[in-house]
Each structure stands twice: as C-alpha cells, then as structure tokens.
C-alpha cells in the first residue's frame, strides 16, 4: 500500500485530499472522502450566502442553501457549525479524518477569522471534533498574518500556494504543509501561471516542509508522478467534483465528463483568476475580462477596489445561472483534468481505483525502465 509522511501526520489512510470547493457545500462529499481513507475538506466559501436575508425562500439560491444546511434555521454561524457536526457524525464509524478550507484573500479575510473561530470552537466544545477535524487548508493569500490565531489552535496547517516565493513564506509562517496549486486546476488560478509539471519539484527543492501537488490531478498515474516528483500526495477538486456524492449540481458535473482537454477557460473572478468550464458564460467573461481587466492575462493583479464592476456583476450572473441550473449562462469552475474524466464513480470506488493504479505503476517501474 502506498503510504507518506502525509498518511502519518494527519493520520490518514492514502495520501489523497479532497479540495475545498465553493460554493457548493462539499458536506456528503468531505464526508465520503474521510470515509474512503482520503482527508475530506469541507468547504466554507458557500456559507457566507446564508448571511443574505431569506436565503432558503429564493428560489434562485434554495438549491445552494439546502446543501448547505439543514434546514432548521439559526444564523449562518450556527448552520455552519451543524455542518461541523454533520459531517462529524457521519464519519464517526470509519473515523474518518476531515478539515475545513477558507480563503484567507484580503477580501475575505472578515469571513475567514469567523471560520477559524467556528472551527476552534467546535474543537474545544467536542472531544471526538478534536480528534477527528484535524485540519485548516487556507488558501489565495498571504498565510504571516494568520499564524499567531492557527498555530496555538492545535490544527494541522495547510497552505495552498502558487509560487516558490509563496512556498518559502508559507514556511516561515509556520504551515505544516504546503500545497503546489499549478495552472491546471479548476476554480482559482494564479496571476502569473505556473504549471504543476514546473511548480511542484520547484517547491520540492526550495523548502524542507512536506509538500502535497494540487492542479491537474485525477488518476493513479498522476499520484505516481507527483511522488515521483517529490511530494508526499496530491489535492484533487475537479475529480472530485465529479462523484455521485458530490454536492454540486448535476449539470456541472455533466460539463466536465461531456469536456475535453481544452475546455476550459482562465476569466477574472471574485478573488483573481479562475479556471472555469469552456461554455458561453465564460467565454463572455473571458471578453469582459480582454477588455476591463487585461491585466489577468499580463500577470498583473488588480483587486476589489480597481476591478470594474461588470466583472464581478457576470461573475455573480454566472453563479446565479448555475443555482438555477442553466447550463450555458452557469459559471462552474473546473480544471483541465475534466479531459480526462469520463465517468461519476462514487467516491470510494474513485479512491480505491486510483491507489490500486498508483501502487501498480510505482511498482511495475523499476522493472519496466531499468536495465541493469
Ligand atoms: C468547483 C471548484 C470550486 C473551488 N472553490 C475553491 C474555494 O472556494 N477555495 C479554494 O481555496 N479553492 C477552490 N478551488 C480550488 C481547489 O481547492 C483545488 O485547489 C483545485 O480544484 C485543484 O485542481 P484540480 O481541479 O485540477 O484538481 C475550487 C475548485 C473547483 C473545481
């Protein structure tokens, strides 16, 4: 069986995680990841929509709101933290391990303290939480300002990262492990791209902290190329994304087996750039984002105070559009990976399937290539 330094830290049985995703809740999926032997990463992103008035009596975000709670009302806080439980409860017989994901952006900064609060609360009301929600994954920031508050909390500290500059800083901010997001994945891209095959042994060298690939991962044989390049596992969203427990909407899930290689498409999005499904709402967001903000495709970031306003007016649009489930006007987030996903397994047959691959090529190698 394969086995890393990640499996022993977090306590995990293979060295799979499953990536935050907004803004769909990733509640049964986390819970079906932790429950396979992967680390299952709720994420939060979504839950900041429960703070709109009425949320559940919209008919355009009631979908959201049902993956996301459960329905028995409470502040946004409150529902967020019963997502803790939930998930916490349906784990308990594998015992299973799970973490939460927050953008630590400065745009979302006010929202990511409230997580981070929730999170340690939940861990100091509930032994079993302690022992089971293991994990904080921050993400698309800077991770210095958020040590002094992750450090004493007792939570293994994951970074996600799309540079060596970023790796090295994550490191002296005291991240257990970091996370090498290349210019293949789904949802938020980097300003400047960089492409995992280059990132990832890039990182590997410049820090001594353990380092997971995130980014174009979706089968056993990729797993075995990221160890091969150095790291101790791989983050995978897009794949995923796309299992029967997973809680997005079916017609997202449909882009993605339906797409090939090339269909996807990097647009501006709330926090930078993103990679999204290749249909008519993210090429018109691709033409907005040419002609309001161009210097996406020149690596020079703008941010919420200088980013015109229609952008984020169509980014808005789209998310709409997906709650509503129209296809062409939905913007999905996804990765190139989607060219090479053609079914919707159910998580652990997705889990058990890339292990068994990975372990036949890592052992198959020497005897392919080596001739003494
Ligand atoms: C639908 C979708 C939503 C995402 N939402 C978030 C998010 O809210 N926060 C975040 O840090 N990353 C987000 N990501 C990025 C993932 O956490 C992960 O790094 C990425 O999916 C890895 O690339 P892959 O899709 O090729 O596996 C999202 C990705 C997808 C596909």
């Not at 919209?58 to 409150?78: C, Q, V």
């Not at 400047?192 to 380092?211: R, S």
């Amino acid at each position: 069986m394969i086995n890393t330094e990640l499996c022993d830290m977090l306590g995990i049985k293979y060295p799979l995680i499953q990536a935050g995703m907004g803004p769909y809740s990733t509640n049964r999926l986390a819970a079906a990841a932790a429950n396979a032997g992967a680390l299952g990463i709720i994420s939060t992103s979504g839950f900041s929509y429960l703070r709109r008035p009425n949320v559940e009596k919209d008919p355009g975000l009631s979908d959201l709101a049902r993956t996301l709670t459960d329905g028995k009302g409470g502040t946004w806080y409150e529902q967020m933290k019963r997502a803790f439980y939930r998930v916490k409860d349906a784990t308990r017989d594998a015992g299973g391990i799970f973490g939460i994901n927050t953008m630590v952006a400065a745009e979302m900064s006010g929202l990511a303290r409230e997580v981070i609060r929730a999170v340690i609360e939940v861990r100091d009301e509930d032994p079993e939480m302690k022992e089971r929600l293991r994990v904080i994954v921050t993400s698309a920031g800077d991770p210095l300002p958020w040590t002094d508050i992750i450090k004493p909390s007792g939570l293994k500290w994951l970074h996600v990262v799309p540079s060596v500059r970023h790796a090295t800083r994550s490191e002296r901010a005291g991240v257990d492990v970091i996370i090498a997001s290349g210019q293949e994945g789904g949802g938020h891209v980097a300003w400047e791209p960089v492409h995992t095959i280059v990132l990832l042994p890039a990182i590997v060298a410049a820090v001594d902290t353990p380092v997971v690939g995130a980014g174009g991962f979706g089968s056993g044989a990729s797993l075995a190329a990221a160890l091969a390049l150095g790291a101790v596992g791989v983050q995978m969203g897009t794949r995923f994304l796309t299992t029967k427990e997973s809680d997005f909407p079916e017609i997202h899930k449909d882009y993605i087996v339906r797409g090939s290689e090339r269909d996807t498409q990097v647009a501006r999005g709330f926090v930078g750039p993103l990679r999204w499904v290749k249909n008519e709402a993210a090429i018109e967001l691709a033409q907005l984002t040419v002609s309001k903000a161009p210097g996406l495709y020149l690596g020079q970031p703008d941010d919420m105070s200088t980013v015109a306003p229609e952008v984020m007016a169509k980014e808005n649009e789209g998310f709409d559009a997906l709650f509503r489930s129209n296809g062409p006007k939905a913007l999905m987030p996804a990765g190139e990976v989607a060219g090479i996903i053609d079914d919707i397994p159910s998580v652990g047959e997705l889990v058990e399937k890339i292990m068994k691959e990975a372990e036949e090529i890592v052992r198959g190698l020497p005897a392919s290539f080596i001739r003494d």
